[in-house]
């Protein structure tokens, strides 16, 4: 059950609330939203009677029964989208957000220079890797602090939001004070540890599946965050481990249609891992525009060929600027079509 109480609730009417939902014999979840506290139950109980009961109790604005394992991240929950306003930047809004940059922060020279020319391309965000997973120990492991050190400069120089990975919940407050939004990698989808750290801090998160997850188990790492007390979670689609070896992974843009149904918060494709070459990053792009993500993130690289990490996936700057270009007709299809669709889903 999902209690949501009126915006000017009193705290003893939360109390209250609270109270009754126990004695029915459930576990009493609450998280402080934006406008309003909102007060998941779970457990076993009499749905029925608590329900009413919960109904006519001062304080509370509905009480609604959902029936999805994943409850404050379902559209049952909330019908309309979550936006997240992140510097100037909405996700989830009425604008195509992309999200461009490296894998790797590597130097000083090739973070600002790839953040000027996406920003100078439309992208509203810069990524780039301070902390990386790498599949092998020996492999380059990100510049860590110095990494985000540098991100931050290229947030001064450009004025794009910083999004960056954290791979320990050890590393998360001081990710978090560097960056805009805390990415979680797909290796990490299940860190629940490190999930429930991201519920207690306010930064936004950028939740990617993992790549031999399944969609509720995506929603449900990010029921985590939500339930823990951050309600600003993003998903994204970043490809998974299919038979096919044509592909890095297997873009599955279907998921990107089923969230929508399933979920109020936004998704995002990252078509540079799905495909694991950068020919195929473009038309990729152009298909998330069509089945409704709210975005993009794609690896984007000065010199790609010299790249430390996953060069042959990354586009460099004229081939993003032309990939750039040749979304706009897609984008003003977006647009109408988001419109006409409003909070429903595209
Ligand atoms: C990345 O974005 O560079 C990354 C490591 O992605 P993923 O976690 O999806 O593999
Ligand atoms: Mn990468």
Redesign the pocket.
């Known amino acids: 059950m999902i209690i949501s109480m009126k915006p000017h609730a009193t705290k003893e009417q939360i109390d209250r609330v609270r109270e009754r939902i126990e004695q029915f014999g459930y576990r009493v979840h609450s998280i402080q939203g934006d406008e309003r506290v909102v007060i998941g139950a779970v457990g076993v109980g009499d749905v029925t009677a608590c329900l009413e009961q919960l109904e006519a109790m001062p304080g509370v604005e509905s009480a609604v029964r959902i029936s999805a394992p994943y409850k404050f991240v379902s559209r049952e929950f909330r019908q309309t989208r979550t936006r997240i306003r992140v510097n100037g930047a909405e996700i989830g809004g009425d604008e195509f957000i992309v999200i461009a940059g490296p894998?790797s922060v590597e130097s000083e020279e090739q973070i600002l220079r790839t953040a000027e020319a996406v920003a100078r391309a439309g992208a509203k965000m810069l990524r780039g890797?301070a902390y990386?997973?790498r599949t092998s120990p020996y492999e380059f492991q990100g510049m860590e602090e110095a990494g985000l050190k540098l991100l931050r400069k290229a947030k001064q120089a450009t004025g794009l939001a910083i999004v960056t990975?954290v791979m320990s919940e050890s590393d998360v407050d001081l990710v978090a004070e560097h960056a805009d939004i805390l990415?979680i990698?797909?290796?990490n989808m299940q860190n629940f540890s490190l999930l429930k750290a991201l519920g207690r801090t306010t930064r936004p998160v950028l939740l990617?599946r993992g790549m031999s997850s399944t969609i509720r188990e995506l929603l449900m790492s990010a029921e985590y965050i939500v339930a823990h007390g951050n309600p600003h979670v993003v998903l994204c689609e970043?490809g998974i481990r299919t038979f096919e070896t044509a592909t890095r992974n297997t873009c599955d843009l279907s998921a990107v249609a089923v969230l929508n149904e399933l979920t109020h918060l936004p998704v995002l494709v990252?078509p540079s891992?799905a495909a694991g070459r950068r020919s195929l990053v473009p038309p990729l792009a152009r298909a998330a525009a069509a089945i409704g993500a709210d975005g993009l993130?794609v690896e984007v690289h000065p010199a790609p060929e010299n790249a430390i990490s996953?060069g042959a996936q990354s586009l460099a700057i004229p081939e993003f600027e032309r990939m750039m270009r040749d979304l706009v007709p897609y984008l003003r299809l977006w647009r109408e079509t988001r419109a006409a669709a409003g909070d429903a889903t595209m």
Request: proline share 7%; hydrophobic share 15%.
């Open positions: 894998c890797g990386k997973p990975e990415q990698g797909a290796r990617k970043r990252d891992h993130l996953d």
